[in-house]
């Protein structure tokens, strides 16, 4: 990260480390993932609540959720010098690893709908970083992350019911009138890195035989006490396990008001899906 990066970052909330990943480590990634996968997964996982049909591309490959708990290649990626160089010097201090997950997006698969990942995570006091991978050319056809500029320094927002013909998960938010996703490409090996309070998703891949794998590592600030129970044990980034507190969801979430012709977020409502 250059002093431009971290300029960038601080104006907008996210940027992308070009190249971080080489070809021979990302296609090992790629590699890795299309053997290291859960059979089909099943009814009971809450995370597939919104995956029922059987011509669902998603019912094959669902996305996999902390592999790095039982699996060392994708602690290592967790770990990696590289993401944590790029994080500290974008967040000022080390991070904490929390989460990592693995997106396949096959083919005709939706997309995730505009959500903050803070609304997750409850990193407190601060915010969490994301650090997404791409393991396959990110294009709008194959439905790229989308973020949507301007909402990094946003309160978490409340949450409404997604569309599900769109997304596979169900929570979203809304964004008044010149709030909109700007389409993120990136080529296999590249990182983007944004906070916690940016909105972001992405739309239904739409290519006919492309995948669009990701490797994403979650990690909250180092400033951060306690973050949500999913996302124990919490991590330095040698390895050892940190003694951070628990916290829970629920509380103030922002909603939109006019001030002056311009929309603000302020914290003045209640968030009741926890
Ligand atoms: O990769 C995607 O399509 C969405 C990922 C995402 O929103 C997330 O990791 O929070």
């Known amino acids: 990260m250059n002093e431009q990066d971290i300029a960038f970052y601080k104006d907008s909330g996210y940027v992308i480390a070009k190249g971080l990943f080489n070809e021979a480590e990302t296609t090992a990634l790629r590699d890795h993932y299309m053997t290291f996968r859960p059979a089909k997964p099943t009814d009971s996982d809450s995370r597939n609540k919104n995956i029922q049909e059987e011509t669902d591309p998603l019912k094959l490959y669902s996305r996999l959720m902390q592999p790095h708990r039982s699996d060392a290649v994708s602690l290592r990626w967790l770990l990696d010098d590289r993401i944590n160089a790029c994080i500290t010097a974008l967040e000022g201090l080390e991070p904490y690893a929390v989460q990592t997950m693995v997106y ?5 698969s939706r997309g995730q709908a505009l959500h903050q990942d803070q609304f997750y995570l409850q990193a407190q006091p601060g915010t ?8 396959d050319r ?4 194959n439905g ?3 973020v949507v500029p301007g909402t990094h320094d946003i309160p978490v927002l409340c949450t409404k019911d997604a569309d599900l013909t769109q997304s596979f998960t ?3 938010v809304d964004l008044p009138e010149g709030y909109e996703p700007v389409p993120v490409i990136m080529e296999a090996g590249d990182v983007l890195f944004f906070n916690g309070q940016v909105v972001h998703g992405s739309f239904p891949n739409t290519s006919k035989d492309r995948f669009r794998r990701a490797l994403i590592g979650h990690y909250i600030v180092g400033e951060a006490t306690a973050v949500a129970e999913w996302y124990h044990p919490v991590l330095r980034m040698d390895g050892t396990v940190a003694d951070l507190g628990i916290s829970q969801r629920g509380g103030s979430c922002g909603v939109w008001v006019d001030k002056d012709g311009t929309p603000v977020a302020e914290p003045i409502g209640v968030e009741t899906r926890v």
Request: proline share 4%; aromatic share 8%; glycine share 8%.
């Open 104 to 108: 396949y997006k096959p083919a005709g």
């Open 128 to 135: 969490c970083v994301a650090a997404w991978m791409a393991l």
């Open 144 to 146: 790229c992350l989308e």
């Open 170 to 172: 169900g929570d979203t």
């Open 138 to 141: 990110c294009d709008e056809e």
